[in-house]
């Protein structure tokens, strides 16, 4: 399958803990999108990288959370001393040239 | 800001009958692109279909075609021939050129009946 990868699927984490999502992307895309959803919403915009440089982010994007992606393929999601008001899905997502974005599964994320 | 707006949170249709998503937006922009995305229960986000803001020709894939009017800010989609598997979590949303931000809007749910 060469879609879109994350892992993991499901992180279940206590309040103050951090956490790391990954994303693979299809291989010959070089842009890079996180999203994050809650509960009937539509995905939000976090940030996007092309190749290895993070290009733009979201207000959303608070100082707790750094993503990078350090060869231009993969990228990371670190979320630091997590709060409940972070669970929601984080989804990956990555294109080519032409402004279609491919999805991946989402890492669904629980705070406790 | 460029906003999204699905005024339906749900709606149904029958088998085989053909249904219309409504979604309207506000851009100030000329250059831009407007996506139907689906989102089946517990899977991943998959695109329906595009429409490229400068292209007067509504797009079409399939069972799967757009009404796109751009005056009214208006981007409608519409199913025909409805199956079970369209059942899902229906997303529209816009990207302005030259920007990698996807906006989406509330989605809506659509389910299919037998």
């Given at each position: 399958d060469t879609g879109v990868s994350q892992n993991p699927r499901h992180k279940i984490t206590k309040r103050g803990q951090n956490v790391t999502f990954r994303c693979d992307p299809i291989?010959?895309?070089n842009r890079l999108y996180w999203y994050r959803q809650t509960l009937g919403q539509g995905p939000e915009f976090l940030t996007y990288f092309q190749n290895e440089a993070q290009l733009e982010k979201s207000r959303?994007?608070?100082?707790r959370f750094s993503a990078e992606r350090p060869k231009g393929s993969f990228s990371t999601l670190e979320i630091q001393?997590?709060?409940?008001?972070?669970?929601a899905m984080y989804l990956c997502a990555s294109s080519f040239l032409d402004h279609e974005q491919y999805f991946g599964p989402g890492t669904r994320l629980t705070v406790t | 800001a460029q906003t999204v707006t699905q005024s339906q949170p749900e709606m149904s249709v029958q088998e085989a009958e053909t249904v219309t998503l409504s979604c309207t937006y506000d851009t100030s922009e000329s250059d831009y692109y407007l996506f139907w995305y689906k989102q089946p229960p517990s899977r991943q986000m998959i695109l329906v279909i595009r429409q490229e803001a400068y292209k007067q020709q509504n797009a079409t894939e399939n069972r799967f075609s757009v009404n796109f009017q751009k005056a009214a800010k208006s981007f409608s989609l519409k199913i025909s021939d409805?199956?079970?598997?369209?059942a899902a979590m229906y997303f529209c949303a816009y990207i302005q050129g030259g920007s990698e931000k996807l906006v989406f809007g509330k989605g809506m749910k659509l389910t299919v009946n037998p």
């Amino acid at each position: 399958d060469t879609g879109v990868s994350q892992n993991p699927r499901h992180k279940i984490t206590k309040r103050g803990q951090n956490v790391t999502f990954r994303c693979d992307p299809i291989s010959e895309h070089n842009r890079l999108y996180w999203y994050r959803q809650t509960l009937g919403q539509g995905p939000e915009f976090l940030t996007y990288f092309q190749n290895e440089a993070q290009l733009e982010k979201s207000r959303l994007l608070s100082d707790r959370f750094s993503a990078e992606r350090p060869k231009g393929s993969f990228s990371t999601l670190e979320i630091q001393r997590t709060e409940q008001g972070d669970s929601a899905m984080y989804l990956c997502a990555s294109s080519f040239l032409d402004h279609e974005q491919y999805f991946g599964p989402g890492t669904r994320l629980t705070v406790t | 800001a460029q906003t999204v707006t699905q005024s339906q949170p749900e709606m149904s249709v029958q088998e085989a009958e053909t249904v219309t998503l409504s979604c309207t937006y506000d851009t100030s922009e000329s250059d831009y692109y407007l996506f139907w995305y689906k989102q089946p229960p517990s899977r991943q986000m998959i695109l329906v279909i595009r429409q490229e803001a400068y292209k007067q020709q509504n797009a079409t894939e399939n069972r799967f075609s757009v009404n796109f009017q751009k005056a009214a800010k208006s981007f409608s989609l519409k199913i025909s021939d409805s199956q079970l598997g369209d059942a899902a979590m229906y997303f529209c949303a816009y990207i302005q050129g030259g920007s990698e931000k996807l906006v989406f809007g509330k989605g809506m749910k659509l389910t299919v009946n037998p």
